[in-house]
């Protein structure tokens, strides 16, 4: 059997519990919050409240990917163990960190011959990355080669699916991707936007719902209509939240309730600091399995 290790990045927005358990390594992205820079290491530098909370407060946020020495640094432990590595990357729709893990596996190649470094986009962000670690994780303890489990993720990524709403679009005009004058309209009318993420692994907003109760009940009724067999869905599904964990036990409660063959409880995680500095607080996002993802 081979011997090999799954591995991802921290903005798989899993809790470092749920890594271990799985047997799923990770690598943390970096932000910088008010000009001190920490690592993205699921909570651990500054609780997800506090730094959501400073957010709320005014304190400027910047990210960075992963560089390609470290990326070199991190493999380099396993490949001296003797170990192969499947390691999936966030989106390249959101972010250039697939180059940089590119360009490390060529280098290492050259010194570590014999063993094998696969990269894969995910094509997927935050917990809907995370539920994609967990399934390959699962392949994993069937007894899948790491060629078996690198050609299903090829094969079945797009169909993540990642719905997304937020209401509070502070950070989003702060950042630029709503202007003020649009921001300040869906203030004023209470409107919620509703996204996904396309084939490219890129945000697109699809619709503007006026209130969080009727956008908490359509996200609901996108999985209904995209999961796999539709309400009679019985995989995974898990949630994400930044700092509105009330509005994300409301959709957990209401996917429970349409989807009774669900593998267990629906699991609601926090959005990390990474993902989360471009998002601010109020953001929901659901994930599930369903027919593939083509626009």
């Not at 986009?121 to 699962?138: I, N, T």
């Not at 709403?165 to 202007?179: E, N």
């Not at 490219?200 to 999985?223: A, D, N, Q, S, Y």
């Amino acid at each position: 059997m081979d011997d090999y290790i799954l591995s991802c990045s921290s903005t798989a927005d899993l809790s470092k519990e749920h890594f271990d358990s799985r047997d799923i390594r990770y690598i943390c992205f970096h932000f910088e919050l008010d000009g001190r820079q920490y690592s993205d290491d699921l909570g651990h530098s500054i609780p997800f409240d506090q730094f959501y909370q400073k957010m709320t407060d005014g304190a400027q946020t910047k990210t960075s990917q992963i560089n390609a020495d470290e990326y070199e640094a991190y493999f380099e432990s396993f490949l001296k163990d003797g170990k192969d590595i499947l390691h999936v990357t966030l989106s390249s729709g959101i972010s250039g960190t697939v180059n940089s893990a590119n360009i490390a596996r060529e280098s290492l190649q050259e010194r570590f011959p014999k063993r094998r470094i696969l990269i894969v986009d995910s094509l997927g962000a935050s917990s809907g990355y995370g539920l994609v670690m967990d399934k390959l994780a699962d392949l994993r303890d069937e007894g899948k080669s790491l060629t078996e489990i690198y050609n299903w993720i090829e094969e079945n990524k797009l169909r993540m699916h990642h719905w997304f709403f937020s209401t509070d679009l502070t950070f989003y005009i702060r950042g630029g991707r709503i202007s003020k004058t649009a921001g300040f309209i869906a203030g004023v009318l209470n409107i919620c936007p509703l996204l996904n993420m396309n084939d490219k692994g890129e945000l697109i907003p699809r619709e503007k719902i006026r209130t969080k109760k009727k956008v908490i009940k359509t996200i609901v009724e996108r999985m209904e209509q995209f999961a796999e067999n539709k309400t009679a869905y019985a995989d995974k599904c898990f949630i994400s939240h930044s700092a509105c964990r009330e509005d994300a036990a409301a959709v957990a409660a209401l996917v429970e309730e349409r989807f009774p063959n669900l593998k267990g409880c629906v699991l609601i995680n926090d959005i990390g600091t990474t993902i989360g500095s471009h998002t601010g607080p109020g953001t929901i996002a659901l994930f599930f399995w369903g027919e593939t993802r083509t626009d």
